[in-house]
């Protein structure tokens, strides 16, 4: 059995070095966008789905990182993109990020959204570095383009929006959570599987855990966001009520929640208890959806 921080450690500080060795020079006229979308790729973070993308790749028998950090950093990048448009004034209004301030509060709304809309676009940029075959990129780009969109997390964070204030019946709170953070999950499990030269059968059963763990750690984060203090999360505590959102908490209560998050994570674990394992990925996601920050 591995040492799971000792590698855990090892394998963030690597994504990082990759993720920093893909980031634009900040030069030439457009040097403010290039800071703003920098400062917001390189605000921490836990690097999870980058981490999910490597771990299913090795799981299935992988080997060739280098020619997989260009889709991993791809898929961080579409992540803080992501961030950076949910602080803006227009959607949750915070100023607070990691622990530092958003990308709008530092930079300026105009500059936050354009930082927003210029790291989408870079990220598809970034896939077409790889080394790996050119159908293989193509699949890779067809996948995040669905997964982040407005069939993906745009989907989802447009209902989100529309039903702030009001009361979502389950079906369609489901269906936030599944396309708003599950969808780009979904795409990490599926572009790791895919990298591996995994046949569309093993794909879509990657597909389905990506999106059972992006309903636990959505579920997590609900019960964070009251149990725990600004501190601890190093973004606003109690942002959901504040904003008038209705989460998985508020609608089915903290016990229920916990029930949840524990259910979808063993559905997720029993995909990859099928495949030879160092103990790694299980691991990686048990301690991810009990989390305390």
Known sequence: MIDFDKELLERTDRINSAI???????????????????????????????????????????TDLQAVYPLMAAMEIMHSSSLVHDDLPCMDNDRLRRG???????????????????????????????????????????????????????????????????????????FIYEKKTGALIEASFMMGALAAGADEETISSFE?????????????????DVISSTEELGKSAHADDRNLKMTWVSFYGLEQSEKDVKRYTD???????????????RELLLRLVDRKY
């Open 100 to 174: 530092k301030p958003s990308t709008w509060a530092e930079f300026g709304v105009d500059m936050g959204t354009l930082a927003g809309d210029g790291l989408m676009i870079y990220a598809f940029e970034t896939i077409c570095r790889s080394s790996l075959p050119e159908d293989i990129r193509l699949k890779a780009v067809s996948i995040l383009a669905e997964k982040s969109g407005i069939f993906g997390m745009v989907g989802g964070q447009t209902v989100d929006v529309e039903l702030t204030g009001s009361i979502p019946d389950p079906d369609t709170l489901k």
């Open 208 to 224: 389905a855990a990506g999106l059972d763990i992006g309903m636990a750690f959505q579920i997590r984060d609900d019960i964070l």
């Open 267 to 281: 559905r997720a674990i029993s995909v990859i208890d099928g495949y030879p394992d160092d103990g790694f990925l």
């Open 20 to 62: 920093a060795s893909f980031l634009p020079d900040e030069t030439g006229p457009q040097t403010k966008i290039l800071k703003a979308c920098n400062y917001s790729v390189r605000n921490g973070g836990k690097r999870m789905r980058p981490l999910f993308m490597e771990s299913v790749y090795r799981l299935l028998g992988g």
